[in-house]
């Protein structure tokens, strides 16, 4: 008997027909012999729905009020699937996030996980109950609700297998596995049958909407065996796991991109110490994440300081910036929001030479201007104007040999030939 957690993304429980399938998944899981956790999602369009309404009360909601709000949606969720468990012959019972006590910091909606007790599950559990757990909320330690951000359930899920020593966490979506990259911008995208952990987090942090980086940390941390898989379909579809000598072979696994960046340029900053240390203590204060750094040489005492963030946290950074700068003594700030992240990721990277010229070339050869390059072991990443994102994915994609194969059709038969013969003259 394994011990297996499931989660199911907001199209897997879009209507009460999808979560009667999540239903018939979770009962034929627990036939086999398995106990079963599940952690669902609001209904597809919900969270966005209650947002609306949010944002006709205020344009500044205060956080804690909104994770409040946009909390409600997997409660509905979860009692449905429940019931729908209960309406195939199974047995069931759901958890809110302050049920099973998933303790997280108070940073209201983009909370992170501080600990979990799963004494009600296993309780349940040894009962012969499937658990049903509401995804992307818990409280923190004032008992107020806090969420953990878009795709948090992916969290939940992982942080639930690993509290639980799980065998598996499988993350059910709308797609069929891990792709070298987005299908819908590149068609030759192919599926992965594995993937390691270091190049599924690269990919989730740089733009791979497929899983919400947290979960793959926590699942890198705690050896949590990770399959990502469509709740539509019985393919296998990818798993994330620890790195094997033979996922060193493949130079890059795939290519990532983000539109959901924006630049801010510090001008003039008094080039001595501490005055980057201001400058984004006071971003760190408000809880902004920046992504991509660059200092220019300085010049007359004086430099340029560039970074990015994401377009959800440019106006309140600029704010930011704005005061910020004023105190450090620089002499302006610039802005640009119409920039997007493409990079490429490969664990084979760590042992091959010439990946980035490649990847330089290859953007010089569209014509495409690098604005800003950040690099690690296992990726390499360029800034570039937002236009040319896709051109830029399908280059890439191609450059690195990362294309699949073209269909392969049969060749006729000779009576088929003459057929088609026939039929033209």
């Known amino acids: ?10 199209t897997s429980v879009g209507d ?13 899981a627990q036939k086999a012999g398995h106990d079963v956790v599940v952690v669902v999602s609001a209904m597809s369009g919900e969270t966005n729905r209650l947002l609306k309404l ?22 509905v969720s979860i009692g449905l699937v429940s019931m729908a468990i209960h309406a195939q012959g199974g047995k069931a019972v759901s958890f809110l996030g302050h049920q099973v006590r998933i303790v997280t910091d108070s940073t209201f909606s983009k909370a992170r996980i501080k600990s979990i007790d799963a004494e009600p599950i296993r309780a349940a559990l040894k009962q012969g109950k499937i658990v049903v757990v509401a995804g992307f909320q818990g409280v923190d330690e004032t008992g107020s609700v806090t969420t953990l951000g878009r795709g948090g359930s992916d969290t939940t899920g992982v942080a639930l297998a690993a509290a639980l020593k799980a065998d598996a966490c499988e993350i059910y979506t709308d797609v069929d596995g891990v792709y070298t990259t987005d299908p819908n911008v590149c068609p030759a995208a192919k599926k992965l049958d594995r993937i ?6 690269e990919l989730a942090s740089l733009g791979a909407k497929v899983l919400q980086i947290r979960s793959v940390e926590f699942a890198m941390k705690y050896k949590v065996p990770l399959w990502v898989k469509s709740s539509f379909t019985e393919d296998p579809g990818t798993l994330v796991c620890e790195e094997d000598a033979s996922m ?9 991109y983000d539109r959901n960046e924006a630049k801010i340029t510090v001008v003039g ?6 005055a980057a240390a201001k400058l984004f203590g006071a971003l760190d204060a408000k809880h902004i994440v920046v992504d991509l750094i660059v200092q220019n040489l300085s010049r007359d005492g004086r430099t340029d300081v560039t970074f990015t963030v994401a377009k959800s946290d440019f106006a309140k950074a600029h704010e930011v910036v704005k005061q910020a700068a004023q105190d450090v003594g620089a002499t302006g700030v610039e802005v640009d929001d119409t920039i997007a992240k493409v990079s490429i990721v490969g664990v084979g990277m760590r042992n091959h030479s010439g ?12 014509g495409i201007n690098i604005q800003l390059i950040s690099t690690s072991e296992i990726k390499t990443s360029c800034v570039i104007h937002t236009k040319y994102t896709e051109l830029a994915v399908r280059a890439l994609h191609t450059a690195f040999g990362l294309d699949a194969p073209p269909p392969v059709t049969a060749t006729p038969t000779v009576s088929e030939v003459d057929a088609l013969q026939g039929q033209k003259a």
Do not use: H
């Not at 008997?1 to 907001?10: D, F």
């Not at 009460?16 to 034929?28: G, L, Q, S, W």
């Not at 006709?56 to 205060?62: A, G, L, V």
């Open 196 to 201: 390691t952990y270091e190049e599924m987090l």
């Open 269 to 274: 900053v008094p080039d001595q110490p501490g």
């Open 54 to 75: 949010v944002a006709q009360i205020t344009d500044r909601p205060d956080e804690r009020e909104q994770d409040v709000v946009v909390a409600t949606g997997e409660q």
């Open 1 to 10: 008997m394994a011990l297996i957690v499931q989660k199911y993304g907001g």
């Open 248 to 256: 060193e072979d493949v130079l890059v696994r795939g290519v990532a």
């Open 16 to 28: 009460t027909e999808r979560m009667k399938n999540v239903a018939r998944r979770c009962i034929a």
């Open 355 to 366: 990946v980035a010229a490649r990847m330089f070339q290859t953007l010089s050869q569209e």
